[in-house]
């Protein structure tokens, strides 16, 4: 079929599911899933970063999301503060997977869940009062908490508490960092403007304010946007020491306070995650000329070409050093697609998720011999569906903040040998008996990164396409579903 056709045939599934829409919708949701347009037309982009239209389900989180639970959250030897209601910092809490090296309760605090616990009478007469006392009982009971970040939820914001002279005061009475962080769940239209306020507080209360002094070297980088879901930026960092470089931060996976202060001492930023943390690299490089680089190790054909990428910011021993890790490495990187592409070849995968992933994977799926038919973003911008365009086939289904029900339909129409996708979406799929995986946090497995994770990747795909229990589940339109059917009426 021509490129032509075959965008043309997109077109008419994108219409039919849409069709059912009232006009007025039909038409706002027709400018966010398109057939894939490679070439550079500007009509074919899909819309994004804007509001869900309201009265369409969406799968989306909040701003509160995108700080505390993304960036915030990993600090490891900080407490963080969910202020207001217990809610949304127990589903925060309850969501993630970062991995972090420390004495959980001593210097470390990712897996507890610290909240203000806002009731009636804290929305009433406000809550700042309740806040600096719960920073002086936080202060007493965990004395080696490097400070604490206050996460705003959506009361805070909507009666007005000034949690930044709070922090101001408590900063000045305990020396150490407070830091307000206004991302209150009902700014922006997703969790992508919490990720920017999230870097914003960084940068006006951690840079030049709670640095360490280290000796540096030439070979000095950051690992910027990695939140070791499943070990991630470990596996990331061991190439990286491979090859000669210095990690002197992780942001923000099994980060420390310290660390994030010291990033504006590498001599590179290495970007994983665009879409949380370009903010602050292009911060870094405005004001002390860090410059920074994407890099992507999901998968060998894309760790290669990163790991020669960044080597080719430093000399020659590091590209020499690259060199040999890749050297190295084939060999256990080919043993494994050689195990796991004659399983997984040709099958088709659907991707729906935040963050980097929609585009990020596609390389470690075509590894194995997987096509990727249809992507899309919960949260994406206009640059991150720039850069996916290019890395699909023509035609495949492009869809921007889709409704389950959209979500549905093309899982219908397409039927993909596997979808990847969020917690919210996960347990759907599995009613519908769709081979299912959730690549938010790597459904408790991983990790995904790096030589380590793709052993990992590959077995865990092999696991979800071919495992027998599909078969054992009625899905609609089967016969023995209609019996039930007719028995039951």
Known sequence: MSASAKINQTQKLIDDVLSVYPEKTRIDREKHVKPNDPSDCSTCAVKSNVKSRPGVMTVRGCAYAGSKGVVWGPVKDMVHISHGPVGCGAYSNWSRRNYYNGETGVDAFGTMHFTSDFQERDIVYGGDKKLGTIIDEIDTLFPLARGVSIQSECPVGLIGDDIEQVAKAKTTEHGKPIVPVRCEGFRGVSQSLGHHIANDAIRDHVFEKAGTEIEMTPYDITIIGDYNIGGDAWSSRKILEAMGLRVIAQWTGDATLAELANAPKAKLNLIHCYRSMNYICRYMEDTWGIPWEEYNFFGPTKIYDSIRRIAAKFDETIQANAEALIAKMKPEMDAIIAEYKPLLEGKTVMLYVGGLRPRHVIG??????????AAGYEFGHNDEYKR??????????????????????????????????????????????????????????????????????????????????????????????????????
């Open 364 to 373: 470690a799926y075509e590894d194995l011999g997987m096509e990727i038919i």
């Open 388 to 489: 996916t365009y290019p890395l699909l086939a023509e035609g495949s289904v492009i869809m921007d903040d889709a409704t389950p029900y959209e979500l549905e339909q093309f899982t219908k129409a397409l039927k993909p040998d596997l979808v990847g996708s969020g917690v919210k979406e996960k347990y759907a799929y599995h009613k519908m008996g769709v081979p299912f995986r959730q690549m938010h946090s790597w459904d408790y497995s991983g990790p995904y990164h790096g030589f380590d994770g793709f052993s990992v990747f590959a077995r865990d795909m092999d696991m979800t396409v071919n495992s027998p229990v599909w078969g054992l589940i009625r899905k609609p339109g089967t016969a023995s579903v209609a019996a039930a059917e007719r028995v039951a009426s």
